[in-house]
């Protein structure tokens, strides 16, 4: 069984920055496939980033390319988002997710989900 438990989460103003964390329980961090997800009030839960279990492949929503980076310690059994230039659309529920397969983590199918950590981009 996995836990993950999301945190950083927080009030920022438009060109802001954010890191948030994802913190995995358990013994098998290094085989899961992790990815960040967001939705926003009344919209569908969208993929933001995802890295594969070894901290090389990446992926990530063209509306984030070049502000966010997705990154992961496993000293730490802890996934990172970064997010830079912050825009007020990027105001929603992030939600960490982790899975052993790629396509389920990518799809939204994963196995293990966080509870969510709100962001909020306003000045």
């Known amino acids: 069984q996995v836990q993950l438990v999301e945190s950083g989460g927080g009030l920022v103003q438009p060109g802001g920055s954010l890191r948030l964390s994802c913190a995995a329980s358990g013994s098998i961090f290094s085989r899961l496939v992790m990815g960040w997800y967001r939705q926003a009030p009344g919209k569908q839960r969208e993929l933001v980033a995802a890295?594969?279990?070894?901290?090389?492949?990446?992926n990530y929503a063209d509306s984030v390319k070049g502000r966010f980076t997705i990154s992961r310690d496993y000293a730490k059994n802890t996934v990172y988002l970064q997010m830079k230039n912050l825009k007020p659309e990027a105001t929603a529920a992030y939600y960490c997710?982790?899975?052993?397969?790629?396509?389920?983590?990518?799809?939204?199918?994963?196995?293990?989900w966080g509870q969510g950590t709100q962001v909020t981009v306003s000045s």
């Open positions: 890295i594969g279990s070894g901290g090389v492949t990446t």
């Open positions: 997710n982790a899975d052993l397969s790629w396509r389920s983590v990518v799809t939204g199918a994963a196995t293990y």
